[in-house]
Nanobody, 123 residues
């Protein structure tokens, strides 16, 4: 499976963006999907994840209440709606497939990472 993340860009603080993670080569309907981000000089960190059927979602404390993850099985795509963006949200955002059991925020449980999309939030 190949994942393609898109939707990043430059936005002012307080603005919104919607990221998309589109899959090709295999349906994502049986898998949990996670979004992670990596700021310059920092480690990649968990942002949000959604279960295979969309029934459960998980968020990092730093984004709760501002970011919403959703999925569309028909489009084989997972979305990340980001509102009230802050400069500290600036990072490259990656999506990946959860391939192993365990907590959804565990980076090592994910594979098939997309190439990432850059989000820049100006103050």
């Amino acid at each position: 499976v190949q994942l393609q993340a898109s939707g990043g860009g430059l936005v002012q603080a307080g603005g919104s963006l919607r990221l998309s993670c589109a899959a090709s080569g295999r349906t994502l309907s049986s898998y949990g999907i996670g979004w992670f981000r990596q700021a310059p000089g920092k480690e990649r960190e968990f942002v949000a994840a959604i279960s295979w059927n969309g029934g459960s979602s998980y968020y990092a404390d730093s984004v709760k209440g501002r970011i919403t993850i959703s999925r569309d099985h028909a489009k084989n795509t997972v979305y990340l709606q980001m509102d009230s963006l802050k400069p500290e949200d600036t990072a490259v955002y990656y999506c990946a497939v959860k391939v192993a059991s365990g907590n959804y925020d565990g980076r090592r449980l994910y594979d098939f990472w997309g190439q990432g999309t850059l989000v820049t939030v100006s103050s």
